[in-house]
């Protein structure tokens, strides 16, 4: 695609999220509808989560949701990537991806984790050149962990 695309951070709104989700529905393994009510995950990812959102002439062509909230255990946690499928190929998910990861370091995270279906190989391979690891296998699915380094390691680094 040539057409110019715009990367926002919270401009969705939960209907705007919803019909996203809906459009990308069967681009998930599995099906996102199968797993969740969309408009209601859709209510949820407005109101609780950051979204790292990917916008061409009005329409959100891709999201990231994350919550990064866990002050305590200072883990953020992906719940949802998505691209349409007329845009997948274009780097939008990766970029996405990294602009999430550089804001939950800069919340001062310890850690990001997500969930995958294991037999999802191009989300896979998608998270894993992001940094991501493989680590818990819960059939279908594999939970897939990035680790920062603690502030004081980096410091003692630079």
């Given at each position: 695609?040539?057409?110019?695309?715009?990367?926002?951070?919270?401009?969705?709104?939960?209907?705007?999220?919803?019909?996203?989700?809906?459009?990308?529905?069967?681009?998930?393994?599995?099906?996102?509808?199968?797993?969740?009510?969309?408009?209601?995950?859709?209510?949820?990812?407005?109101?609780?989560?950051t979204?790292?959102?990917?916008?061409?002439?009005?329409?959100?062509?891709?999201?990231v949701a994350?919550?990064?909230n866990?002050?305590?255990?200072?883990?953020?946690?992906?719940?949802?990537?998505?691209?349409?499928?007329a845009?997948?190929?274009?780097?939008?998910?990766?970029?996405?991806?990294?602009?999430?990861?550089e804001?939950?370091?800069?919340?001062?995270?310890?850690?990001?984790?997500?969930?995958?279906?294991?037999?999802?190989?191009?989300?896979?391979?998608?998270?894993?050149?992001?940094?991501?690891?493989?680590g818990?296998?819960?059939?279908p699915?594999?939970?897939?962990?990035?680790?920062?380094?603690?502030?004081?390691?980096?410091?003692?680094?630079?």
């Amino acid at each position: 695609m040539s057409v110019a695309v715009e990367f926002l951070l919270n401009k969705a709104s939960a209907a705007q999220i919803a019909e996203h989700l809906l459009r990308c529905d069967a681009n998930f393994v599995p099906p996102l509808s199968g797993r969740v009510e969309i408009n209601d995950y859709a209510q949820k990812i407005a109101s609780k989560a950051t979204r790292f959102e990917a916008w061409s002439g009005g329409t959100l062509v891709g999201l990231v949701a994350a919550y990064c909230n866990d002050h305590e255990k200072h883990i953020a946690y992906i719940t949802s990537v998505s691209v349409l499928r007329a845009w997948t190929s274009n780097g939008i998910a990766a970029r996405l991806v990294g602009r999430c990861v550089e804001h939950a370091k800069a919340l001062g995270m310890r850690q990001i984790s997500l969930e995958v279906a294991s037999d999802n190989a191009p989300a896979i391979r998608l998270y894993e050149k992001s940094g991501f690891a493989a680590g818990k296998v819960n059939a279908p699915f594999v939970t897939m962990d990035l680790y920062f380094e603690s502030g004081e390691e980096h410091e003692q680094q630079t």
